[in-house]
Nanobody, 124 residues
Framework: QVQLVESGGGLVQAGGSLRLSCAAS????????MGWFRQAPGKEREFVAR????????YYADSVKGRFTISRDNAKNTVYLQMNSLKPEDTAVYYC?????????????????WGQGTQVTVSS
């Protein structure tokens, strides 16, 4: 089992940047595919980015491609989401998730563990 704790959210102006972190407990962090999802008020949770166990493969939602970068440090049991050129429509609660299945990609049901979320607000 793994516990996930996100940090790094906050209020930023449009065009600004934030870096989210997600710290995981346990010794088997490198066994999990890691993903970031977000949920805006009144909307369903949506996929943002995903990174493979080794960090060698990444995948992004079209809405963030070219602006966001997911990375991981398996020695530190941490996954990151660097968010640049932020837009007001990026405002949401951001969640990190861990998936045991190697094939987990963009569907929330493919992930087994979730953090509590961190709020990101982008003002115009």
């Amino acid at each position: 089992q793994v516990q996930l704790v996100e940090s790094g959210g906050g209020l930023v102006q449009a065009g600004g940047s934030l870096r989210l972190s997600c710290a995981a407990s346990g010794r088997t962090f490198s066994s999990y595919v890691m993903g970031w999802f977000r949920q805006a008020p009144g909307k369903e949770r949506e996929f943002v980015a995903r990174i493979s166990r080794s960090g060698g493969t990444t995948y992004y939602a079209d809405s963030v491609k070219g602006r966001f970068t997911i990375s991981r440090d398996n020695a530190k049991n941490t996954v990151y989401l660097q968010m640049n050129s932020l837009k007001p429509e990026d405002t949401a609660v951001y969640y990190c998730a861990a998936g045991m299945a190697r094939t987990a990609v963009a569907n929330s049901y493919e992930y087994d563990y979730w953090g509590q979320g961190t709020q990101v607000t982008v003002s115009s």
